[in-house]
């Protein structure tokens, strides 16, 4: 069975980078390609970074019932589709979910044993200046942001593990601690079963 991450994070933490870079090292992780109504940016590449659609399909897809979360942000729609667990447990593979905080609260119903990891910026100034950084937005999308952060950070509670990224490569070495550790734990739950049935054998009959 396979393990499910969920990553959570305001926009402009250093999420998509910390992802991107656990992927690239780690062929056990598969990435959860979230469908979105948003427009496609010069950064993006279809089918990996977003699977892009239309509000109309998006729509019929939640009417069908086919995606573990969807989310409205920002005026568009992200979701999770549901074969998307199924191919990883065929693929023998993790799960590694990039979503926001509506979203993984949904997680939290549909799929209860998953891994959540919330990031953030160590500071309001460090996410508006990163915002900025990235020249995507204007200066009222920024606010918007920023506002919302402060809202989703109130959330942390929901995580099991919450990592600042001050640094980003002391996050990157504690994200992938995580990592391990879960599987490490996952491991010992399955001998766990395997030694309680071995057990069972001893037991004299009533």
């Given at each position: 069975m396979s393990l499910v991450f969920v990553i959570s994070a305001p926009s402009g933490s250093g999420k998509s980078t910390l992802v991107e870079q656990m992927l690239n090292?780690?062929?056990k992780l598969k990435f959860s390609?979230?469908?979105t109504t948003r427009n496609r940016t010069a950064q993006d590449r279809e089918g990996f970074h977003y699977n892009f659609?239309?509000?109309d399909a998006f729509q019929r897809m939640v009417a069908n019932n086919e995606f573990l979360e969807w989310a409205e942000v920002h005026g568009n729609y992200y979701g999770t589709h549901r074969s998307v667990l199924d191919d990883a447990n065929n693929e023998g593979r993790d799960l590694l979910l990039d979503i926001d905080v509506q979203g993984a609260r949904q997680l939290k119903e549909t799929i209860p044993d998953a891994v959540r990891i919330f990031i953030l910026a160590p500071s309001r100034g460090e996410?508006?200046?990163r915002l900025?950084?990235?020249q995507r937005d204007s200066d009222a999308v920024i606010k918007?942001?920023?506002a919302r952060a402060a809202q989703e950070i109130e959330g942390f509670g929901d995580y099991h593990y919450v990592i600042v990224n001050d640094d980003v490569v002391t996050a990157g070495n504690q994200l992938r601690s995580i990592i391990q550790a879960e599987r490490r734990r996952?491991?010992?739950t399955a001998v766990?079963?395997?030694v309680a049935a071995i057990l069972e054998t001893f037991k004299e009959p009533a």
């Open positions: 090292e780690d062929p390609t979230s469908y659609t239309s509000k996410l508006e200046t900025r950084r990235r918007l942001r920023v996952s491991q010992l766990r079963q395997e």
